[in-house]
């Protein structure tokens, strides 16, 4: 069992080889507060309280033949090049070698969110990121407009709620991204100018809907109204396009883990020099979250803490590999995927939980099961049958709809793979459907 385990290379390359059919000894791991893990040796006895054999740590289930197909809307498949390049040894963070990485990466970020002005890189999930965007220009009491398209803008809402803010929630169906007339009409209403900022989403990864950013500025603009434009694009930044300088934002929050190719582990404000200036006299008191320390330590390539080194090596490739394919190919092959994922979903009568069909997202489809039939037991059953991931209904949406992920390090056969264990998995679930979603989708690949 150790031995089988050890030799896998994909998966315990890392860990130490024993015989292949030894019976006398285990890795054994000790736990400690779920952070702090220990390897050891020692003797097979009947106490498994807090023992693992190395194979039921990595997966609980039997081995199965090829590669794990991971369709969530993100994490999503990290490229073997990024892999590879994390792989190289960690070095001085602090030396000069690090610093023209640090430079490399910096910079390369601010063409991937295509703006001139700072981009802050944390090492934290994009829920940092949400929390750095509040903290460095909100203040306790103030007011903020979101908008309810889903799952993570609600998440955002709630964020904002905890650190003090007073916020205004428009509503929406989830079934669509944000209506600019709304934020306008909202912020004509506000004549004293009590809203501070406007956040919003623009790829919500729980529904597949995407907002028009550009349209929510022009709205802003058209109000006359003063307030900041906060933009999530964790799961639409290069995947989908999307302009922070053009489109007049004043701060893009995003993360590692989706169209850029990464595992999780960095988040990103893209900074506004309207939103730097604010946030030198306002803002909530903060510390690790700080813009300022930030980017005079990034004038050098440098950070003002440990970074994520070998992360950071990951991100430097994959700049270099969306730029090698062109952020407007990028685009494209997002977009035509997406299409082709649809016109399956058409031929199968089922229905694509957006409805507004300008917001259909190029990252994600959100497939809503008829009633009576449960989303989750049909992941299930795909998983344990074809070895492929979907992901969840969140919220008010569990159990009712499943998400197909096309987005990252994504090709035509990739997705044809994908649609093929969706098809065969309707069937084995009795769910009503018509024969030919992978046919539609294949024909319409062929065609464009």
Same mark, same amino acid.
Not at 328 to 331: K, M, S, T, Y
Not at 345 to 368: I, K, Y
């Given at each position: 069992m150790i031995g089988e385990a050890a030799q896998n290379r994909d998966n315990c390359r890392h860990l130490p080889k024993c015989a292949p059919n030894s019976s006398i000894q285990e890795l054994s791991i000790n736990?400690?507060?779920?952070?702090k893990v220990q390897w050891r040796y020692r003797k097979i006895t009947r106490d498994f309280n807090v023992m693992l054999s190395i194979g039921e740590f990595f997966m609980s289930t039997p081995h199965a033949a090829g590669r794990h197909f991971l369709q969530i809307p993100g994490p999503t498949n990290v490229p073997d090049r990024v892999l590879r390049?994390?792989?190289?040894?960690?070095?001085?963070?602090?030396?000069?070698?690090?610093a023209a990485i640090g430079k490399q990466c910096l910079d390369g970020m601010k063409s991937i969110f295509k703006t001139t002005s700072p981009v802050v890189i944390y090492p934290a999930s994009g829920t940092g990121a949400w929390e750095a965007a509040l903290v460095n220009l909100l203040q306790e009491g103030d007011l903020v407009l979101m908008v309810e398209t889903g799952h993570f803008a609600t998440l955002w809402q709630k964020m904002a709620t905890n650190l003090g803010l007073e916020n205004e929630f428009l509503q929406t169906d989830w079934r669509r991204g944000v209506d600019p007339q709304a934020v306008e009409d909202r912020l004509r209403a506000d004549g004293d100018g009590k809203i501070k900022a406007v956040c919003v989403v623009h790829n919500e990864t729980s529904t597949g809907s995407t907002s028009p950013i550009g349209a929510v500025r022009a709205a802003i603009d058209a109000a006359g109204h003063d307030?900041? %434009?906060?933009?999530?694009?964790?799961?639409?930044?290069? =995947?989908?396009?999307?302009?922070?300088?053009?489109? @007049?934002? &004043?701060?893009t929050v995003s993360g590692s883990q989706k169209g850029l190719m990464l595992p999780p582990g960095l988040s990103f404000n893209a900074v506004s020099e309207k939103a730097l200036a604010v946030s030198r006299n306002a803002g909530m008191r903060r510390s690790y979250w700080d813009w300022s320390e930030q980017i005079a330590a990034n004038e050098g390539g440098a950070f003002p803490y440990t970074p994520a080194t070998n992360l950071l090596y990951g991100l430097a490739e994959a700049i270099d590999m969306l730029h090698e394919e062109g952020l407007?190919?990028?685009?494209a092959r997002h977009d035509r995927h997406a299409a082709a994922?649809?016109?399956?979903?058409?031929?199968?009568?089922?229905?694509? %939980?957006?409805?507004?069909?300008?917001?259909?997202?190029? =990252?994600?489809?959100?497939?809503?099961?008829?009633? @009576?039939? &449960?989303?989750?037991?049909f992941r299930a059953g795909v998983l344990k049958k074809f070895n492929m991931s979907l992901g969840n209904g969140l919220s008010k949406l569990a159990g009712k709809v499943f998400r197909i992920g096309h987005l990252g390090d994504f090709n035509d056969l990739m997705l044809?793979?994908?649609?093929?264990?969706?098809?065969?998995?309707l069937s084995l679930a009795d769910i009503p459907h018509q024969k030919g979603g992978v046919d539609a989708a294949m024909l319409m690949l062929n065609e464009s």
């Open positions: 736990i400690h507060y779920a952070v390049a994390m792989d190289y040894p960690t070095i001085d963070h602090r030396g000069a070698q690090f307030a900041l %434009l906060l933009v999530d694009t964790i799961s639409s930044l290069a =995947s989908i396009d999307y302009r922070h300088d053009e489109w @007049g934002v &004043d701060v407007d190919a990028v685009f994922t649809r016109r399956a979903v058409q031929a199968w009568g089922l229905e694509v %939980l957006c409805q507004e069909p300008r917001d259909f997202s190029s =990252s994600l489809t959100a497939v809503l099961l008829p009633d @009576g039939h &449960d989303a989750d037991a044809l793979g994908t649609l093929s264990g969706v098809e065969m998995g």
